[in-house]
């Protein structure tokens, strides 16, 4: 028996933050998801072909928390975790071409300076998990505010509504990335393994 996939992703609960770009990841699992969530605590679940759609109620900051809970309580998963990442490009110019968003596929690897991300290693002890980075772009420069202030107000801003059209081009393509994902790893992980 193959053993279930679950798509933890990360996300603020706020109504005000649900169109922002840190919760890029809630947009694609409501595109996902193939029926209502449900409330566990810390957590939301919901179906999808791609496997159990997992958000966390406790905010970004403090995800990992939601994470353990949620596989102590569905059960042993492979676990792919999807966030938002400012480092990749929303959508590059070549010419007069627009390439489309690509989400971009790590089995391991650092925080990158990603609260969210930092809080799921802490959690589970590891930093080998598998992840899809939904990318968001870089924010722009603006020498009035120090590096910390243009991240938190880009990754807790609206998109533009010149960025919709990339965006929508970003959930498509990361729904065909999990269609046909690699192989997900669960080494390092205990809590997650078969």
């Given amino acids: 028996m193959t053993t279930p996939t679950m798509l933890f992703v990360l996300g603020n609960p706020e109504p005000q933050r649900q169109f922002t770009r840190h919760n890029v990841a809630w ?5 996902l998801r193939t029926g209502p969530y449900t409330t566990h605590g810390t957590h939301q679940t919901a179906p999808s072909a791609e496997g159990l759609i997992v958000r966390p109620l406790t905010g970004m900051n403090t995800c990992g928390a939601a994470l353990t809970d949620a596989l102590a309580l569905h059960g042993p998963h492979r676990l792919v975790v999807i966030y938002d990442d400012l480092d990749l490009p929303l959508s590059t110019t070549s010419g007069d071409r627009h390439s489309a968003p690509t989400p971009r596929w790590r089995q391991k690897g650092s925080s990158g300076g990603h609260n969210g991300v930092k809080s799921v290693i802490n959690h589970l002890g590891t930093s080998v998990f598998t992840r899809l980075k939904l990318p968001i772009g870089a924010p722009p420069v603006d020498d009035t505010l120090s590096k910390a202030e243009r991240v938190t107000h880009h990754v ?39």
């Fill in 27 to 31: 947009l694609l699992a409501d595109a």
């Fill in 156 to 194: 807790l801003g609206p998109f533009r509504p010149d960025e919709h059209p990339h965006v929508a081009a970003l959930i498509a393509n990361a729904a065909l990335a999990l269609r046909a994902p690699p192989a997900i790893s669960t080494a390092g992980t205990p809590c997650c393994s078969a």
